[in-house]
Structure formats: C-alpha cells, structure tokens
C-alpha cells in the first residue's frame, strides 16, 4: 500500500506575486523557497513545515475571489489550482499510476520536476490532483532557489522573513482576554455526537 506523509503542496493562483509575497513570507513568517518561469506565468513556493509547501502560480488575469464564511459553497471566480498528495517515493507513485489506470481513471506519466517526481489525475469529482514523492538529496526549504527569469524586486530581497512590511502589534491580548472559542470539531473528541463506528 502506498504510505502518503501529508500535503506536499497547495497550488493557488495570484495576479499580485509581489503583495502574495508579502503577505506569506513577512506577514505570516513562510520562508520563499522557490520560484521559476517568468513575468506572466511563475510560481513560487513557501515552506509551511518538512516536505509541506504553499504554492503560487501568478498569471496576469487572475482576480481575488469574493471573501465567503469557511466550508460554505461558492461559485464564480476561485483561487484553488490543484491539490498535492505527498508519499513516500517513487515506488508509491507506480502503485497508485497502476492503481488509477486500472480503475479507468487518466493518470499521467511521471514527471521529474527536479525537487519532486509527480503523476497527475482526477477525482471523481473533477478535482485535479497531484502526487508527488521528493527527489532524493533535495531539500527546498534548506536550499532555497529562485530561477525565475526576471523575478520582482520584492523576490529579490530572498527566502527570510522581512521585518518593517507590516504594523507592528502595539497592544498583544492580554493572557486574561485570551479565548479558545467552541467549534464543530470538538464533538469529535467530546463525544457529544455518537460515534458512527458504533453502529458497526
């Protein structure tokens, strides 16, 4: 059985690479570990954890989306690409290649990517995704790359979180003031909701 180790990476779209940046690596704190193709049509990566990135391709006319509640449907423009399942090595990418071809699913030839090999296909639902296992001895997040042709000078000022982008937090929440608010979830660890495996 393949052996999957999380999301290797979201794919999302921009048409502001430069005000992404800012917003991921000096807002947030992501390291940008890399960024290729050129003015029009690059993508760009950033760290979130070992083997777990965020990634952008910006093209010229993409539009923010309509901010919408968490989890409820939507329609019209969106900014979600395609989703990137991380396993183990290339061995899991053949068995799951076999596995979707022999159930009619298109999958792809494996693709070397230089960072990760990949295979692609689609879900039942038409969602695009991606497998990817990392190319052996590389390691994005402790050498950072930019090969993109003519990157923005926000790019150029490198991989680091850049301080002075943002307000600085004058007044932090006081530990008295600082709630943890009831969500859906915590039925599942409350058990205020019957576990479906009982039925079972």
Known sequence: ??????VNHLAMATGDMDRTIRYWRDLVGLRLVAGLGM?????YFFRIATDSY???FEWADVEPIEE???????????VFDHVALGV???????????KLEAAGFWVSEPLDHGFIHSIYSFDPNGIAVEFSATAPGV??????VMVERAPGPVALEGPEQVPGQWPSVDQP?????????PGEGLALVQGRKRNWFENA
Do not use: I, N
């Open 1 to 6: 059985m393949a052996v999957f180790t999380g």
């Open 39 to 43: 003015p029009g049509a690059r993508q």
């Open 54 to 56: 965020l990634g952008f």
């Open 68 to 78: 919408k509640e968490h989890g409820y449907p939507a329609k019209g423009p969106l």
């Open 88 to 98: 183990a090595g290339d061995e899991d990418l053949w068995e799951l290649r076999d």
């Open 139 to 144: 390691d994005l997040g402790a050498r950072p």
């Open 173 to 181: 929440t006081p530990a008295d003031e600082r709630r943890v608010y």
